[in-house]
Structure formats: structure tokens, C-alpha cells
């Protein structure tokens, strides 16, 4: 069966380029020229993936609001801005809302397909995932279920993205190895550039720290990457 794809643009000529270009390699392609007419189909029903440009129309911010509404009715929807912002303000704010990645309309159409095969890829083995008798995984004051997708602080449930999650996954299965960026981005099933990867990482240490202001459990390797703290195991 195909893979579902919906695409919000408000750009009547971008929003037809896109989908004709994702339907001919091969997705189902629902197209939507505004945050409302979108939200309406959505709320009832989720796609494989949402590519969503920040303004809609006479929204200038709709597809924030769209992103937090997604994401509030599912946590692993994979979600990708694609825009003409290329702000980083921009694309701090869409990833803390938890979108997946943030991409401007300037990359290349081949390069937007990997991602979205990556994202798609990861989806999949989520929830083969979810049919194997529950992991996890003890680090000190961190609980994490890999199964379930679900970490604690202190017996304080963390609220992680997919994204978030896996990264947070590949630093916690070795403590005290040096993950790469690249190595982050392979665990995480997604193709983003560096400074995605730290805004990501950072999200991750704010999450934690927002429950515990002593938190050190994710440091940084200058020059090569991030390492869980080997203390807290």
C-alpha cells in the first residue's frame, strides 16, 4: 500500500509541483491550502507523514499551530516543515513544537526525499517495535522503555519527540561513548544538518532539566559530539 503523505502549502504552484514530484515516486499524496481545511481531514484521520509550511495563508504562524495540534494527537507522527523562513528562531521554535525536522524550500527535491524515506523508514520500525516484549533500559535516575517510547527522571515521565527519543537512546546505550552527530542522526532514522542535530539536543537536556535543575546526564564532546554522563548509571 502506498505511503500517505499530506502536504499543507498555501502556494497554489508549489503546493501542485510538490505533490506531483511525490506521487511520482510513488506516495499518496493529500494536498491543503489552509491550516482549517487541513486540521478538519487530519483530526479525524492521520497520513504516514505531514510536510507542513509555516504560513498559511493569513495565518503567518498556522503551521505552528497545526504542528502542536498534530503532535498532541500523536507523538510519532513523522513532521516536516518545509518553508521560505530559514530563520534559525524559525526553526528552533517548529522543532520544539516537535516537528521531526525543518527544511527550507531551497533543498533539493532529492535531498527532501531522503529525508522523507528516513522518517518513513523510522515510523515503520517503531511499530514493528511495538510487537516485541517491552526493553528497557536503567541509567541511574532514568527509566527508559524503548518499546513504549517512554522515559523518567525520577519517576517523572519525560515528553520526547521521536526524534528526541532515539538520539537520547544512542547516547544511553554506552555511557560515556562519544556519539557523533552523524551517529545520532543514523539512530534516529533522519538526515538533518549539525545545527538540527544540537537544537535537538538541547530540547533534550531542557526537558530534563525543567524536572531537575541539577541534571548533567548529557554532555557535550567538543569538537566530536555527546556523550551520556557515566556517573549516572
Known amino acids: 500500500m502506498k505511503k500517505h503523505i499530506v502536504l499543507i502549502e498555501d502556494e497554489a504552484g508549489i503546493r501542485d509541483n510538490y505533490r506531483a514530484a511525490f506521487e ?11 491550516r482549517p481545511s487541513a486540521w478538519q ?3 479525524q484521520s492521520l497520513p504516514d507523514l ?32 518545509l518553508t521560505a523562513r530559514d530563520s534559525d528562531i524559525d526553526s528552533v521554535h517548529g522543532l520544539r513544537l516537535g516537528a521531526d525536522d525543518y527544511v527550507t524550500k531551497d533543498m533539493s527535491l532529492d535531498h527532501l526525499l531522503a529525508r522523507i524515506t528516513a522518517l518513513l523508514r523510522r ?10 516484549p517491552d526493553e528497557v533500559i536503567h541509567r541511574g535516575r532514568m527509566t527508559m522503555n524503548v518499546d513504549r517510547m ?7 515521565p519525560v515528553d520526547l519527540t521521536v526524534t528526541e527519543f532515539w538520539m537520547l537512546h544512542a547516547l544511553v ?11 545520532l542522526m543514523e539512530a534516529a532514522s533522519t538526515v538533518l544538518d549539525d545545527n ?5 539536543i538541547k530540547r533534550i537536556r531542557r526537558k ?20 551520556w554522563n557515566a556517573r549516572e548509571v
Open 123 to 132: 515510523a515503520e520500525a517503531w511499530a514493528e517495535a511495538l510487537q516485541k
Open 41 to 43: 481531514v487530519l483530526r
Open 196 to 200: 538540527t542535530v544540537t537544537s535537538h
Open 150 to 156: 517512554t522515559v523518567a527522571w525520577n519517576d517523572q
Open 50 to 81: 505531514a510536510i507542513i509550511d509555516v504560513g498559511l495563508g493569513d495565518e503567518l504562524e498556522g503551521g505552528f499551530t497545526l504542528c502542536q495540534d498534530l503532535r498532541a494527537l500523536s507523538a510519532t507522527l513523522p513532521i516536516i516543515f
Open 173 to 183: 546505550q554506552h555511557p560515556g561513548h562519544v556519539r557523533t552527530r552523524d551517529q
Open 208 to 227: 530534563f532539566i525543567q524536572l531537575d535543575e541539577t541534571f548533567d546526564g548529557i554532555q557535550t564532546a567538543y569538537g566530536m559530539g555527546y556523550r
Open 24 to 34: 511520482r515516486r510513488g506516495y499518496r499524496v493529500s494536498a491543503y491550502g489552509d
